[in-house]
């Protein structure tokens, strides 16, 4: 998300919210097996011959594992979404909306009371892995 929040507001808020989101918590190896064992409907070991249990990275939305093909012997990417993410983001659009309603009152050259819709509208995209 980071990369497209310098799309959307000035460096300066993402230079403050961009800590906030490339440190997010990482999600425990188990529940990474089991998101993935259910997006693909198959065990890990059957799609894949290994599987980093540490993730290389983790952001906001999700983290990512390095990973072997079974089938190719391919070294992959493996993005794996947090698991509490979906039940997070309506409370996260609300603030979003309350923070924006709340600076264009405050600050009436506040230019940025489009934020919240646009997050309404690419966040689903975001979540779409």
Do not use: N
Not at 8 to 27: G, N
Not at 97 to 105: E, K, L, V
Not at 111 to 123: A, D, N, Q, S, V
């Amino acid at each position: 998300m980071v990369g497209q929040l310098d799309q959307l507001v000035p460096p300066q808020y993402v230079e403050v919210f961009e800590p906030m989101l490339m440190q997010a918590p990482k999600t425990k190896y188990e529940d990474v097996k089991s998101i993935v064992e259910l997006e693909l409907g198959c065990k890990l070991e059957d799609v894949y011959s290994e599987f980093d249990e540490k993730p290389l990275a983790s952001a906001s939305l999700g983290q990512v594992h390095k990973a072997r093909l079974r089938s190719t012997g391919e070294i992959v990417a493996v993005k794996v979404q947090h698991k509490w993410i979906k039940e997070q983001v309506p409370g996260d659009l609300r603030l979003i909306q309350f923070a924006s309603d709340q600076a264009m009152r405050i600050f009436p050259d506040f230019k940025y009371g489009w934020l919240p819709e646009e997050f309404r509208t690419r966040l689903p995209q975001e979540l779409d892995f």
